[in-house]
C-alpha cells in the first residue's frame, strides 16, 4: 500500500520560511518523479514544483520561483519543499505526489499516480 506523509506545515508571518517533507513508503521511491502541489479555498489545485526520479532537473510554477526549493533524498525516501519569503497567497493546502512519468516536465495533476493528504500553510500578512 503507497503511502505518502506529508509534514512541516503550520501558520508563518509574511517572509518568513516553512520547510514541508514527504515521506513516501510501500513504492521503489527512486523510481518516481515527484511533486508538490497546492490548493486554496475555491480554487483548483495547482502545480508548484516537481522533482526528476534522480533529482538532476527540477521546474517550478512562476509564482514560486525563485523564494520555493524541491529536493529529494532517495535514501530516506522523502522529498522536500524549502519554502523562503512566504507570502499571504502562499496560503493553501501543500501536498506531494507521486508520477511514473519519466520527463523533464511534470505538472498536470492527471500525470501523477499517488498523492498525500495535504498539509496546510497558512501565511499572514
Known amino acids: 500500500q503507497v503511502q505518502l506523509v506529508e509534514s512541516g506545515g503550520g501558520l508563518v508571518q509574511a517572509g518568513g520560511s516553512l520547510r514541508l517533507s514527504c515521506a513516501a513508503s510501500g513504492l521503489t521511491f527512486r523510481n518516481y518523479a515527484m511533486g508538490w502541489f497546492r490548493q486554496a479555498p475555491g480554487k483548483e489545485r495547482e502545480f508548484v514544483a516537481h522533482?526528476?526520479?534522480?533529482?538532476?532537473?527540477?521546474n517550478y510554477a512562476d509564482s514560486v520561483k525563485g523564494r520555493f526549493t524541491i529536493s529529494r533524498d532517495n535514501a530516506k525516501n522523502t522529498v522536500y519543499l524549502q519554502m523562503n519569503n512566504l507570502k499571504f497567497e502562499d496560503t493553501a493546502v501543500y501536498y506531494c505526489?507521486?508520477?511514473?512519468?519519466?520527463?523533464?516536465?511534470?505538472?498536470?495533476?492527471?500525470?501523477?499516480?499517488?498523492w498525500g493528504q495535504g498539509t496546510q500553510v497558512t501565511v499572514s500578512s
Open positions: 505526489a507521486a508520477s511514473k512519468i519519466r520527463a523533464y516536465i511534470v505538472r498536470g495533476t492527471t500525470e501523477y499516480d499517488y
Open positions: 522533482i526528476t526520479w534522480g533529482g538532476g532537473n527540477t
